[in-house]
């Protein structure tokens, strides 16, 4: 569930290392952005579309949402 909403799921192995996923967990959150999107082909349908983002510099890694499902009339 989480890689598909663009999440990150944490399993600390231990008690002690909790600390260090809510680190992880702090960092990220300082480095969000918020995009929109609007298709030029847009189809009020209800069906899934499929999203690709990725940034240009691959030192960076994107995660986001597969995709949305299209609203419906």
């Not at 290392?17 to 847009?42: H, K, M, V």
């Amino acid at each position: 569930m989480a890689e598909a909403t663009g999440g990150r799921a944490f399993f600390p192995p231990s008690i002690d290392d909790i600390s260090n996923g809510f680190n992880s967990i702090e960092e990220e959150l300082r480095s969000q952005y918020a995009l929109t999107y609007t298709p030029a082909d847009f189809r009020a349908d209800g069906a899934f579309r499929t999203i690709y983002l990725y940034a240009l510099d691959r030192r960076y890694s994107v995660r986001a949402k597969k995709g949305y499902f299209s609203p419906k009339q």
